[in-house]
């Protein structure tokens, strides 16, 4: 579903139980004048009560003599009665809820002990059932994408800080692999340049449901700060920590022309055993037209390398082609993931504090091991970020 996890995230959230929990009576009336106590903005309130005639319209029309319609015609009106009915139908429920939610506060205050503890426990599912209706309806409304169904390609590159953003780059890592581990997800790593626990880049390849959908809000500088081992006076050190996050293209989203391309073989090169330098296997595919060059010589043939590597090009040249629409449409978005440097972090990673922060949201938790082991305080950064963006973009339908 194109909201993931909202309903979840809404439950748990103080701030939208304190909006109802805490508002009187009087001051939320049935009708419009509900759309300011909801997360759905008053635009979208209007909008949405607008579509309520149509659907009604459009139930009419349909319930009435349609043999007079052309054939064309009544398809269009039978699509335009579901399509307005995903979001009238959890509408209506929404105004219900509202209207039951009014009721039970007056029950809660009453005097009556008996009856304000089971308007009190009738309240916590009111409540949920409104923020479900509210999840079904910001899913509806916002545009889908079909990249975010895609299996992903995750980069990683050690940015400044010299050998302690080498060992983070690792550590990053290991946290997506766990990540993926916990999820169900495969994790294929495609090209690693690594030595010892000191990762300077890799690219990999994770499959699985919905990957990047969950994975794209990674993208951008990760910035960690702490105590290296080998610092004897007890300073810290800043290091950063570039991830990428690229949709895998299928063959079908993306055309390559031989022609566009200049495929040069060498041999491998680093840490490797009797099969480095023996062959010429490693690959280095350029797109001319864009500049693109990717390399690859993880695999002993050059056949398996130049899939690999190709499969790189197509996912850059994909979310090249992704983020060229994207600005077209929405103009207000950047997405380039930065060059590395500390000013543009996007998460600062605190080990002296225990505290990871992403800046984007300003959200702070105090469990640094948990998020490096994959657990549900990373996801619970991801769900916050999702809930931002599903926000920031029903802002724009306004």
Request: glycine share 6%; proline share 2%; with cysteine.
């Amino acid at each position: 579903m194109r909201c993931l996890s909202l309903l979840r995230i809404l439950r748990s959230s103080d701030a939208f139980h304190r909006r109802y929990a805490s508002v009187k009576p009087a001051t939320l009336p049935a009708g419009s004048d509900l759309a300011g106590k909801s997360s759905l903005s008053p635009r979208i309130h209007e909008k949405l009560q607008i579509l309520q005639t149509k659907y009604a319209e459009l139930n009419q029309q349909m319930s009435g003599d349609v043999s007079k319609l052309g054939r064309e015609e009544l398809a269009r009106l039978s699509k335009d009665l579901n399509e307005t009915g995903l979001l009238v139908m959890p509408y209506s429920r929404l105004l219900q809820h509202y209207n039951e939610l009014v009721e039970l506060q007056q029950m809660i205050e009453s005097k009556d002990k008996s009856l304000q503890e089971m308007a009190s426990e009738e309240k916590t599912g009111t409540l949920e059932a409104i923020a479900d209706c509210e999840r079904e309806i910001v899913s509806n409304l916002l545009p889908q994408d079909t990249a975010e169904k895609a299996n992903a390609i995750l980069e990683l590159r050690a940015g400044t800080g010299g050998n302690e953003a080498s060992l983070f780059c690792g550590e990053l890592l290991e946290m997506y692999q766990r990540f993926s581990q916990l999820r169900g997800w495969k994790f294929n790593k495609m090209s690693i340049s690594e030595d010892g626990d000191k990762v300077k880049e890799a690219v990999i390849e994770i499959s699985g449901r919905n990957v990047f959908g969950v994975l794209m809000f990674e993208s951008g500088t990760h910035r960690v700060q702490r105590v290296p081992a080998t610092e004897s006076q007890g300073r810290i050190h800043t290091s950063t920590v570039t991830v990428a996050v690229l949709p895998e293209a299928a063959d079908v989203h993306v055309e390559v022309k031989e022609s566009d391309l200049r495929i040069e073989c060498c041999r491998a090169s680093g840490a490797g055993g009797q099969h480095v330098n023996t062959t010429d296997s490693a690959v280095r595919i350029t797109h001319l037209p864009t500049g693109i060059f990717v390399e690859n010589q993880q695999e002993r043939s050059q056949i398996q390398n130049k899939e690999k590597a190709m499969k790189v090009l197509r996912a850059r040249l994909y979310d090249m082609e992704r983020q060229r629409l994207d600005k077209e449409r929405r103009a207000s978005r950047n997405k380039l993931i930065g060059s590395g440097d500390r000013s543009e972090k996007i998460r600062t990673y605190n080990f002296a504090q225990n505290r990871v922060t992403d800046h984007r949201i300003n959200l702070s938790l105090y469990d640094i091991e948990g998020i490096l082991n994959g657990t549900e305080s990373m996801q619970h950064i991801i769900d916050q970020l999702r809930m931002q963006h599903d926000l920031d973009e029903l802002a724009n339908l306004d």
